[in-house]
Nanobody
């Protein structure tokens, strides 16, 4: 069974920071690059950041320099450190394989809500 459990979201003022965590099942974690996605109200789910098993990262342009994705392969954990948060970062954040938006991925977790006030 594939399971993804996100945590760490909350309410923060603009300019603040949050650290999101995701616990993934061992099978999906070890065989996939992992990524963070977000979905704001009225918008499609969007790829935010991706990390390979070896630590190579890519980021959505709007979060470069502010967000850092990392992973701990021994713990099946992936993290997203978010600094200098902006109101436009408000969304539900999800952890999933890097290919999730390109395939019929059916194991999205509950997500974690990030709300940035101005």
């Amino acid at each position: 069974q594939v399971q993804l459990v996100e945590s760490g979201g909350g309410l923060v003022q603009a300019g603040g920071s949050l650290r999101l965590s995701c616990l993934a099942s061992g099978s999906i974690f070890s065989t996939n690059p992992m990524a963070w996605y977000r979905q704001a109200p009225g918008k499609q789910r969007d790829l935010v950041a991706t990390i390979t098993s070896g630590g190579v990262t890519i980021y959505k342009d709007s979060v470069k320099g502010r967000f850092t994705i990392s992973r701990d392969n021994s713990k099946n954990m992936v993290y997203l450190q978010m600094n200098n948060l902006k109101p436009e970062d408000t969304a539900v954040y999800y952890c999933a394989p890097g290919w999730a938006l390109m395939s019929d991925f059916a194991y999205w977790g509950q997500g974690t809500q990030v709300t940035v006030s101005s």
